[in-house]
T-cell receptor, first 111, second 111 residues
Framework: GQQLNQSPQSMFIQEGEDVSMNCTSSSIFNTWLWYKQEPGEGPVLLIALYKAGELTSNGRLTAQFGITRKDSFLNISASIPSDVGIYFCAGPYYNNNDMRFGAGTRLTVKP | DGGITQSPKYLFRKEGQNVTLSCEQNLNHDAMYWYRQDPGQGLRLIYYSQIVNDFQKGDIAEGYSVSREKKESFPLTVTSAQKNPTAFYLC??????????FGPGTRLTVL
């Protein structure tokens, strides 16, 4: 079953606004990955986090590995229309090949 | 151009028929993966392979089979034993798990 819980499920925001979303788990994860998926395409890796407390940026995106190792956060600053998509968190469960994904946060950006 | 290709993009089959989905990569990655994605849900791991001639079951392997005879190829067969095969199927590869790179996906519809 699903081990990762993402919130919110969906967001409708105005272009230029900042966005925050998070991912929580009842289990400890040693790595957190954030992916973006556009309609009908495969997910694209945005950010990988490997250390508790780590804060990593990729352009307008910033992600943090929670200090408890049971959560992670993704922020998008100054959103633009091409940010539209579904954002997934993921982490390895039994081993680094056994990846578990959250159900995603669907982002809509209104121009 | 290096990448992962999945073919075809859309596939239709009659109920009770086996169907094989193709996944090829020229990234020289050792590990390859198959996921299933249903509407509004995250990705669920079907099978993965760390090296040629070896593969492991994921979370939802029942009704599926795979082979890994070449490093570049990891085909997935959806058998008639899979009770609800209609879904979006994604193939991924990795040179440094857990970071995975995804193909464009195949949408399978069983009529």
């Amino acid at each position: 079953g699903q081990q990762l819980n993402q919130s919110p499920q969906s967001m409708f925001i105005q272009e230029g606004e900042d966005v925050s979303m998070n991912c929580t788990s009842s289990s400890i994860f040693n790595t957190w990955l954030w992916y973006k998926q556009e309609p009908g395409e495969g997910p694209v890796l945005l950010i990988a986090l490997y250390k508790a407390g780590e804060l990593t940026s990729n352009g307008r995106l910033t992600a943090q590995f929670g200090i408890t190792r049971k959560d992670s956060f993704l922020n998008i600053s100054a959103s633009i229309p091409s940010d539209v998509g579904i954002y997934f968190c993921a982490g390895p469960y039994y081993n680094n090949n056994d990846m578990r994904f959250g159900a995603g946060t669907r982002l809509t950006v209104k121009p | 151009d290096g990448g992962i290709t999945q073919s075809p993009k859309y596939l239709f089959r009659k109920e009770g028929q086996n169907v094989t989905l193709s996944c090829e990569q020229n990234l020289n990655h050792d590990a390859m993966y198959w996921y299933r994605q249903d509407p509004g849900q995250g990705l669920r791991l079907i099978y993965y392979s760390q090296i040629v001639n070896d593969f492991q079951k994921g979370d939802i392997a029942e009704g599926y089979s795979v082979s890994r005879e070449k490093k570049e190829s990891f085909p997935l067969t959806v058998t008639s034993a899979q009770k609800n095969p209609t879904a979006f199927y994604l193939c991924a590869s990795s040179i440094d798990p857990p970071e995975q790179f995804f193909g464009p996906g195949t949408r399978l519809t069983v009529l």
